[in-house]
């Protein structure tokens, strides 16, 4: 089953009593999926600071991180 997985690179769905129960992902998949997820996240995060005010312009932060850094 995971050489199966491993050489094709295509999910295996695994059933129960007919059904889908379980999906089996090469690690390398997961991974990638775990990374996507991650990123839009973010996207996500930056669409809602910008949604409520909380972004400053590049200038203003390079500013903000030179002052805090001297």
Do not use: F, N, W
């Amino acid at each position: 089953m995971g050489r199966q997985v491993r050489e094709t690179g295509r999910p295996l769905v695994l059933t129960q009593c007919g059904r889908s129960a379980a999906v089996l992902v090469d690690v390398h998949s997961y991974q990638a999926l775990l990374d996507e997820i991650d990123e839009l996240r973010d996207v996500h995060r930056g669409l809602a600071d910008e949604e409520a005010g909380r972004l400053v312009s590049h200038d203003e932060a390079k500013k903000q991180l030179l002052d805090r850094y001297k």
